[in-house]
């Protein structure tokens, strides 16, 4: 048991933890921050007793107990939580999809159409009601601009883990799939932009940051991932994440690409997208 916020929740301890409340579901994300050079050697020189736990030859394995400062963990709740959310951070069994233009045509776009996923959260951003003080840089224009902002994923104590997301100002761009040559400006300015203000700000180079899309997106409103490069961010994994350098380059040989491409994902056992394409015959 653990207390979060004054909300009594029951826990397992693993590195994405989901939670239930009595009256009410939560989920509550644990991570750890990546270790600091200055924070080892401190680590290293002042733990009094190491514990062996197992010596072969030149290799051994010592348990050490971090002092409280270098011992912190950061604690992400989503409260009151909804089913799909839960479901979410909970372990389930994946299926590959090979999703064709017309598969998304038939199958997901009026799946996407028939559910009400609520994008307030993203409205409120880019129209200053929420996280305004979090912006690192905004570029007003409703065509090619946008907001880039931490991702709640990064503590921003260290460019180590650094994850910023851009959300484009344009509406009506649901994901990679609504891509055309038309949006070549946009993708363009938001790779440029993006990394110039990211240097400004940080002093990362851009050819130090891996720069994507994913699909399917976790939200339907188009925003790009701009993370570390060294950083193995969730979902940077080759059957969800696509360089936006890549998508610009794809766009600019064939402006219909992404209506055509066959696109991989997955999907998990729970999903009611997967018994859509079940019920179709394409899984």
Request: hydrophobic fraction near 35%; charge should be negative; include cysteine.
């Amino acid at each position: 048991m653990m207390s979060c916020s004054g909300l009594l929740l029951t826990c397992s301890v693993s590195p994405q933890v989901s939670c239930k409340e009595q009256s009410a579901d939560a989920v509550v994300i644990l991570e750890r921050a990546p270790f600091q050079a200055d924070a080892v050697s401190r680590l290293l020189g002042n733990n009094p007793e190491p514990k062996l736990q197992l010596k072969n030859d030149i290799y051994s394995v010592y348990h050490l107990n971090p002092p409280p400062e270098l011992n912190e963990v950061k604690a992400t709740v989503i409260h009151p939580a909804t089913e799909k959310h839960i479901k979410k951070y909970m372990r389930q069994e994946l299926y590959l999809i090979q999703e064709t233009g017309e598969d998304y045509r038939n199958i997901t776009l009026p799946f996407i159409e028939s559910q009400s996923f609520s994008i307030q959260w993203v409205y409120n951003i880019l129209e200053k009601k929420a996280e305004e003080d979090r912006i690192v840089h905004e570029n007003p224009d409703q065509e090619v601009g946008f907001i880039l902002l931490p991702d709640f994923k990064w503590n921003q104590k260290q460019v180590d883990d650094l994850y910023l997301i851009a959300i484009c100002h344009k509406r009506g761009i649901k994901s990679l799939r609504d891509l055309n040559g038309d949006h070549l400006p946009l993708l363009k300015n938001v790779l440029q932009e993006g990394q110039e203000a990211i240097l400004k700000q940080y002093g990362v180079q851009g050819n130090h940051l891996r720069i994507y899309l994913h699909y399917q997106p976790s939200y339907y409103h188009l925003h790009v991932h701009f993370v570390a490069l060294g950083h193995e961010a969730p979902g940077i994994t080759v059957e969800r994440a696509h360089l936006l350098s890549d998508v610009i380059q794809n766009l600019e040989m064939d402006s219909q690409y992404y209506s055509k491409r066959t696109l991989t994902y997955t999907l998990r056992s729970d999903e009611p997208l997967l018994q859509k394409f079940k019920e179709a015959g394409r899984c």
